[in-house]
């Protein structure tokens, strides 16, 4: 998969800080080449203007959010990039404040010719410290955007008294348990910390909290819950790529985020999958270490999920 062009999604609500973030990593001296695809909400394209002009060629996408209805608009420019000299180190995705991020990450899965050719890295979101509990009232947006996330960046930690600071982190980890956070004022935040995350790797997340994946695991912020489910025993490659075909026909539409990482008897390497409602993609990624431990591990993150469902379809495709 290094062959892939690595994709981050960056999303966030209405004033979190997402161009400040996306100009930090235009601006800084990294070397490296990012195409950029700038999305916004409404007739008349204000972010362009908005964002430093740099090496860095912006498309901009003014016909309204990326959703089902543009997606083919996001195709049609990635598989332009793809066609162009040049080699990109990475493409940037910048959603409007109101985007579901879901359409955008699922384009990565569903089109050929996009999916052979880039990978999608990580979906990073900005949040707005000081506004979040009330933006998670009226704005389910904003609380989609927190349970996508493989990265979020706490931004307007300045504005917020260290009691506040906790209590939007505990809001946070009960709707996305695994995201990786990095506090921040302005959205200065290291560009190692949300490009090249390789999201496909549950390692990172397992650094964060070692005890996350252990069965039945469960954080739900009301209507937004986790589950997350693992095995010693190696699996069955047939039966689980039945099971968990079923599951995305069956509770796809409410599963936001699925990532695994697994292991399959007679097979020496991991297998890494995530999915996104209905669109689930995998591959082998290296050779298990003969010092780490051969589980598989599960999770997902979704609304309404049948969690008994969940659990027992899991533990049938354990060999035999």
């Given at each position: 998969m290094s062959d892939k062009i690595?994709?981050?999604?960056?999303?966030?609500?209405?004033?979190?800080?997402?161009?400040?973030?996306?100009n930090r990593i235009l601006s800084e001296p990294h070397g490296k080449k990012y195409a950029v695809i700038v999305n916004e909400f409404g007739e008349i394209g204000i972010d362009n203007d908005l964002i430093v002009g740099a090496d860095e060629e912006v498309f901009e996408m003014n016909n309204g959010c990326v959703c089902c209805t543009v997606r083919g608009d996001l195709i049609r420019i990635i598989d332009g990039l793809l066609k162009r000299?040049?080699?990109?180190?990475?493409?940037?995705?910048?959603?409007?404040?109101?985007?579901?991020?879901?359409?955008?990450?699922?384009?990565?899965f569903v089109d050929e010719t996009v999916s052979g050719k880039t990978s999608l890295d990580a979906v990073v979101t900005v949040v707005d410290a000081k506004w979040l509990n009330d933006r998670l009232k009226d704005a389910p947006e904003a609380k989609n955007q927190i349970a996508f996330a493989d990265v979020i960046v706490l931004n307007k930690t300045d504005l917020v008294t260290p009691d506040e600071l906790k209590d939007v982190e505990l809001r946070i980890r009960a709707i996305n348990p695994f995201a990786k956070i990095h506090k921040t004022s302005r959205s200065a935040v290291a560009l190692d910390d949300v490009l090249s995350q390789g999201a496909f790797d549950l390692d990172?997340?397992?650094?964060?909290?070692?005890?996350?994946?252990?069965?039945?695991?469960?954080?739900?912020?009301?209507?937004?819950?986790?589950?997350s489910f693992s095995a010693d025993a190696p699996l069955d490659a047939k039966t689980f790529f039945a099971w968990i075909d079923n599951v995305s026909?069956?509770?796809?539409?409410?599963?936001?985020?699925?990532?695994?990482?697994?292991?399959?008897?007679?097979?020496?390497?991991?297998?890494?999958?995530?999915?996104?409602?209905?669109?689930?993609?995998?591959?082998?990624q290296r050779d298990w270490r003969e010092d780490?431990?051969?589980?598989?591990?599960?999770?997902?993150?979704?609304?309404?999920l049948n969690q008994k469902a969940l659990q027992e379809g899991f533990e049938a495709c354990i060999a035999k």
């Open positions: 690595p994709v981050t999604v960056l999303t966030g609500y209405f004033g979190a800080g997402k161009t400040t973030l996306l000299k040049g080699k990109f180190d990475g493409i940037l995705v910048e959603t409007t404040g109101l985007a579901d991020p879901a359409p955008v990450a699922q384009t990565f990172r997340i397992l650094a964060i909290e070692p005890h996350f994946l252990e069965g039945g695991h469960h954080h739900h912020d009301e209507d937004v819950q986790s589950f026909q069956i509770q796809g539409p409410n599963i936001l985020r699925a990532k695994g990482i697994l292991s399959f008897k007679d097979d020496p390497q991991r297998y890494v999958m995530q999915g996104v409602h209905m669109m689930f993609e995998g591959d082998h780490e431990k051969r589980e598989s591990r599960i999770v997902f993150i979704g609304r309404d």
